[in-house]
């Protein structure tokens, strides 16, 4: 969640992690070193085409004798060394993150806990889905495919980065080519449902130029605002024949349903099961009070809804009090009428009169850039900004 003085203060507000999806990078003032083909080996060298970004060539056992050294495609064209990731590099690669957000400031940062879990699963696949880069056994450099489990879309979430000391020597280009050429080669089986997805802070721009020169397109971006509430919310206006109730749990799957219509013309949403839907109705954090829908009174039917919450353990770090809007939608045909403003005013009315110091929304929008302008009107300003990139499974 965004984290800023209230009032607007000088930084820029900075949402508390949750994944790591990080910078590449390289290093300066080390000299590349080569293995020799050995004793049933595979080996394999990363070509400047990104068709053929990974290629590999068995070595007989009689093609040299008394070595047997397992080498690694980027062993070739870094000056690491490169091998999978293993069960206890847990505390290195947790180094390596914390070092990498240290400098670059990300929007999201990894946790202990979530980065645990990723390596349990990873325990399954790490030769195809993981490596790490090493200099003298200090782990320097870290891609993670994160394969999803969604059966009816397959996607490989590209991860990792490379420490800030290690970088301007092409090490994170070299390590985005062997793990785009990785995940696409794991997807091409599952061809138009498959997808590989990469995501990059706004101002990374660097990094985003590298993303589109691969081929991974930006095609949505995640958006974190924020509002002080030192100052008066306007009353919401409606148009006619619409009104504003409170959040009634016996209306839930009225507002699941009004929210799988909200996002139906979205290409990329899916719609939200009854299981999963009670999952998030029934969370600790969720504000029923402070979430509000909105209803057709001719015909009681949800048309809108803002869905708030409370991350009370987040306050303390952020200096100050929120509520945040984590789901907001408007079905398609009632859209134009400004119900998506007056539900956003009630919730603010609702933050003020709790008491809290500021107002939070999470948008994910198709509007790769310019402005939000419904937001910006009603006084939110960009906290954190994070694109999606996507490539299909050809390369």
Not at 209 to 231: A, E, I, M, T
């Amino acid at each position: 969640m965004p984290r800023c003085p209230p009032g607007g203060g000088s930084g820029a507000p900075r949402r508390r992690p949750r994944r790591a999806d990080r910078d590449g990078g390289a290093a300066s003032g080390a000299s590349a070193r080569r293995r020799r083909p050995g004793r049933g080996i595979r080996i394999g060298m990363l070509s400047s085409s990104w068709e053929h970004a990974f290629r590999t060539t068995d070595v007989g056992p009689d093609d040299d004798e008394g070595v047997d050294i397992v080498g690694h495609a980027l062993d070739e064209v870094t000056p690491l060394r490169w091998r999978p990731v293993e069960g206890d590099d847990l505390a290195a690669v947790d180094e390596l993150f914390t070092a990498i957000e240290r400098h670059d400031d990300p929007a999201e940062r990894h946790s202990l806990v979530e980065l645990r879990e990723n390596m349990d699963h990873a325990a399954h696949g790490a030769e195809a889905d993981t490596v790490i880069g090493t200099d003298r056994g200090t782990v320097v450099a870290l891609g993670w495919n994160l394969v999803s489990t969604d059966e009816e879309r397959r996607q490989v979430f590209l991860s990792g980065g490379v420490h800030p000391s290690w970088r301007q020597l092409g090490i994170g280009r070299h390590l985005l080519c062997w793990q785009l050429a990785q995940a696409r080669q794991r997807l091409r089986l599952d061809g138009d449902r498959a997808v590989v997805v990469a995501h990059c802070d706004e101002k990374a721009t660097t990094r985003r130029d590298l993303f589109q020169r691969v081929g991974l397109r930006p095609v949505r971006r995640h958006v974190d605002l924020y509002r002080p509430l030192s100052d008066d919310v306007p009353e919401p206006q409606l148009p006619p024949g619409v009104e504003l109730e409170p959040l009634h749990p016996e209306r839930s799957e009225d507002v699941r349903v009004a929210h799988n219509d909200a996002f139906s013309d979205i290409s990329r949403a899916r719609p939200v099961s009854a299981e999963e839907w009670a999952a998030s109705m029934t969370r600790a954090a969720l504000r029923p009070e402070w979430s509000w829908t909105a209803v057709d009174t001719a015909t009681g039917e949800v048309v809108g809804y803002a869905i708030s919450s409370a991350n009370i353990e987040e306050w303390e770090a952020q200096g100050f009090s929120q509520g945040w809007t984590g789901r907001l939608g408007v079905r398609p045909r009632y859209r134009g009428r400004g119900i998506a403003r007056a539900l956003l005013l009630q919730s603010m009315r609702s933050f003020a009169a709790a008491g809290l110091q500021a107002a939070g929304l999470g948008v994910d929008t198709d509007r790769i850039e310019g402005p939000l302008c419904l937001y910006h009107q009603l006084g939110y300003t960009v906290a954190d900004s994070v694109i999606r990139h996507e490539a299909g499974p050809a390369a």
